[in-house]
T-cell receptor
Framework: EAGVTQFPSHSVIEKGQTVTLRCDPI?????LYWYRRVMGKEIKFLLH????????ESGMPNNRFLAERTGGTYSTLKVQPAELEDSGVYFC??????????????FGPGTRLTVT | DAKTTQPNSMESNEEEPVHLPCNHS???????IHWYRQLPSQGPEYVIH???SNVNNRMASLAIAEDRKSSTLILHRATLRDAAVYYC?????????FGTGTSLTVIP
């Protein structure tokens, strides 16, 4: 069974540009999460999808970030326009079962975003 | 601020037991305690989780204090492949709250 995949693995963009990160969860997993770790900080929750619906987006830092999950399958996270402080590693995770943190989350390898 | 606190780093000799501590003094009654680990260039990987009682699985054991304000991840016999960053996480509602992690070095 394929794990969670993320694309690209690394992206370098200039301040003010737009970047779109993609996550493909494990097939059949209704729950999809986005997290990020910025330099020197702990990994932080961004948002949670249940199928195509945003269940919790309280961790999204500001309106420059837009997440979508079309048809309840893959998800994209767009940053527009990117700022220097957006640099970090963005992780996607998926889980089966109902909402809540009881279930094991399967993480992708992350996308390293560098904004120059 | 992180909801869990962990030592930045620990060392263990190969084939010795390792006890990784975590404090989570603000834990609420419905929060789960999770442990994940991360190898270089990979995402976090599930290790174990629990609510109130101690838990055992093939990878590790989780000892939870009676007041649930702290927990300890126990690796019974450390191997070189166990060298990783170990995260103590509180699961609250739909969110995981990560600590800063403990970098475990295993000495051959």
């Amino acid at each position: 069974e394929a794990g969670v995949t993320q694309f690209p693995s690394h992206s370098v963009i200039e301040k003010g540009q737009t970047v779109t990160l993609r996550c493909d969860p494990i097939s059949g997993h209704d729950n999809l999460y986005w997290y990020r770790r910025v330099m020197g900080k702990e990994i932080k929750f961004l948002l949670h999808f249940v199928k195509e619906s945003k269940q919790d987006e309280s961790g999204m830092p500001n309106n420059r970030f837009l997440a979508e999950r079309t048809g309840g399958t893959y998800s994209t996270l767009k940053v527009q326009p990117a700022e220097l402080e957006d640099s970090g590693v963005y992780f996607c995770a998926s889980s089966q079962g109902r909402q809540g943190t009881f279930y094991e989350q399967y993480f992708g390898p992350g996308t390293r975003l560098t904004v120059t | 601020d992180a909801k869990t606190t962990q030592p930045n780093s620990m060392e263990s000799n190969e084939e010795e037991p390792v006890h990784l501590p975590c404090n989570h003094s603000t834990i609420s009654g419905t929060d789960y305690i999770h442990w994940y680990r991360q190898l270089p260039s990979q995402g976090p990987e599930y290790v174990i989780h629990g609510l109130t009682s101690n838990v055992n699985n093939r990878m590790a054991s989780l000892a939870i204090a009676e007041d649930r304000k702290s927990s300890t991840l126990i690796l019974h016999r450390a191997t070189l492949r166990d060298a990783a960053v170990y995260y103590c996480i509180l699961g609250t509602g739909n969110q995981f709250y990560f600590g800063t992690g403990t970098s475990l070095t295993v000495i051959p």
